[in-house]
C-alpha cells in the first residue's frame, strides 16, 4: 500500500524536474520575455522544446513584444516581383508574384503574401515597415491571356513584427519603375518619376486599337502619416523620367540618368543628375554622369551615391559602377562588377552595399576598400 501511495509522487517528482529541465515551470509572461532575447534564427530550435515554448515561440504579438523590449533585429525582406513573363511566353500562369520572402538564420522563410501581385514597383522602409508603392501588375483577362496593367496606384505596408500586409488609405499617382524615399527632415514618405501606360492592356477601347501610349511621370508626392487620405504635391523634378538609379544623401535626393522622352518621340537614356533639397523643396541640376544609364541600381552609401549596372547609350549591358561624391560633387568610376546585371536591386547594410538580380541569379557585396565578393 505504501509502495502505491508513493508512486504518483515519484512521478511527480520527475514530472517537476523534467519541467525545471525543459523552463515550463516558468511563468508565462517570463516564458514571453526571455523568447524575446531568443534570436529569431533561433526560434525553430526554441519550438521543440516542449509545447509550452513552441507555444511562445509562434505568439503572434512576440516580434512586437521584442521591438518594444529593445531585442530588435536587421533583416531582408523580398516581396513580390515579376516572373520573366516576356522570356517565358504568354502561357505563364503567373507572371507577377506576391510571395514575401525573409531571410533569416541563413535561409530563406516564406512569410504572408502580398494582397496581390505586383513587380517594379518603389519600395522603402518606413517606421519600421515595408512600403511598396505604385508598379505594375500582370492578370489574366476573360480569355485567359495576361494582360498588363502598368502604373498602379495602391499602396501597401508590410509589418515584420506581425507578419500583415496592409493597404493604406491614400492612393498615390499611377506609376512604375518610380523611386521612394523618406523624408531625413520630416519622416515623411516620398515618391517621384516613374512611367505608365496611357490606357493600358486592360482598357477594352485602346486594347482594340492596339495603341498604349507610353508617358513619363513627372509628379512627386508626399505623405506625412499612413492614415492620411490623400498625397500632397511636391514640385516636380526638370525632366521627369523611369528607370534612374536615386539615393538620400543627408537632407537632399539624388536622382541619376533614367529613361525620359527624347526628340524624335522615343525614350531616350539619360546622364542628367537631378537633385532634390528636402529643406528649402527646391529642385536642380548637378554635373552629369560620365555617360548615359538607365535600368541600373543605386543606393546612397557613406555619403556617395553608387550607380550599378544597367544599359548604356547604346542600350547594352554595363558592368561600370559609378561614383557620386556629393561632398566633392564630383564623379568616378568603381571597381567594375563581376557580371553584366540589369532589373537588379541595391542596398546599403552596414557600410556595404549588396547587389542581387534573379536573371543571373546571382549577388555580391560591394565593399569600401572596393573589392567584391560573388
Avoid at 529541465?21 to 523568447?35: E, F, N, T, V
Avoid at 537632407?251 to 525614350?267: E, H, Q, T
Avoid at 544609364?293 to 547609350?313: E, H, N, P, Q, S
Wanted: aromatic share 10%.
Amino acid at each position: 500500500m505504501m509502495r502505491g501511495k508513493k508512486r504518483p509522487e515519484a512521478e511527480e517528482v520527475a514530472e517537476k524536474a523534467k519541467r525545471r529541465r525543459s523552463g515550463d515551470s516558468i511563468a508565462p509572461i517570463y516564458m514571453q520575455l526571455i523568447a524575446c532575447r531568443v534570436p529569431r534564427a533561433d526560434h525553430d530550435a526554441l519550438r521543440c522544446v516542449s509545447k509550452r515554448w513552441r507555444s511562445a515561440a509562434e505568439r503572434v504579438g512576440l516580434q512586437r513584444l521584442r521591438a518594444t523590449c529593445g531585442w530588435t533585429e536587421t533583416g531582408l525582406i523580398v516581396a513580390g516581383g515579376g516572373d520573366s513573363v516576356y522570356e517565358r511566353g504568354d502561357s505563364d500562369p503567373t507572371p507577377d508574384r506576391k510571395e514575401t520572402w525573409a531571410l533569416i538564420g541563413g535561409r530563406w522563410r516564406a512569410m504572408c503574401a502580398q494582397p496581390a501581385p505586383r513587380c517594379d514597383g518603389a519600395v522603402v522602409s518606413w517606421r519600421g515597415r515595408v512600403v511598396c508603392v505604385g508598379g505594375t501588375r500582370t492578370v489574366k483577362n476573360d480569355a485567359d491571356e495576361w494582360t498588363m496593367k502598368t502604373g498602379v496606384s495602391d499602396v501597401v505596408t508590410y509589418d515584420a513584427s506581425t507578419d500583415t500586409w496592409a493597404e493604406l488609405p491614400a492612393k498615390v499617382d499611377a506609376r512604375t519603375s518610380a523611386y521612394a524615399a523618406v523624408d531625413p527632415l520630416t519622416d515623411s514618405l516620398v515618391v517621384v518619376g516613374g512611367w505608365r501606360v496611357v490606357g493600358d492592356f486592360l482598357d477594352a477601347a485602346h486594347a482594340n486599337q492596339q495603341v498604349f501610349p507610353d508617358e513619363e511621370v513627372g509628379s512627386m508626392q508626399m505623405l506625412a502619416n499612413p492614415t492620411d487620405a490623400a498625397w500632397t504635391a511636391l514640385p516636380h523634378p526638370p525632366y521627369p523620367v523611369s528607370n534612374f538609379a536615386a539615393g538620400v544623401i543627408g537632407s537632399s535626393l539624388y536622382v541619376a540618368g533614367g529613361l525620359c522622352w527624347g526628340d524624335n518621340g522615343w525614350r531616350m537614356p539619360s546622364d542628367t543628375l537631378q537633385v532634390f533639397d528636402f529643406g528649402t523643396r527646391t529642385w536642380s541640376l548637378g554635373p552629369p554622369m560620365p555617360s548615359t544609364r538607365y535600368y541600373g541600381a543605386g543606393c546612397a552609401c557613406l555619403g556617395k551615391l553608387y550607380i550599378v549596372g544597367g544599359k548604356d547609350a547604346s542600350r547594352q549591358l554595363t558592368r561600370e559602377v559609378y561614383v557620386f561624391d556629393a561632398a566633392s560633387g564630383e564623379w568616378s568610376r568603381g571597381l567594375k562588377l563581376p557580371h553584366d546585371r540589369y532589373y537588379h536591386s541595391c542596398v546599403e547594410h552596414r557600410g556595404n552595399w549588396w547587389c542581387s538580380e534573379a536573371r543571373v541569379r546571382r549577388s555580391c557585396c560591394y565593399r569600401l576598400r572596393e573589392t567584391i565578393r560573388a
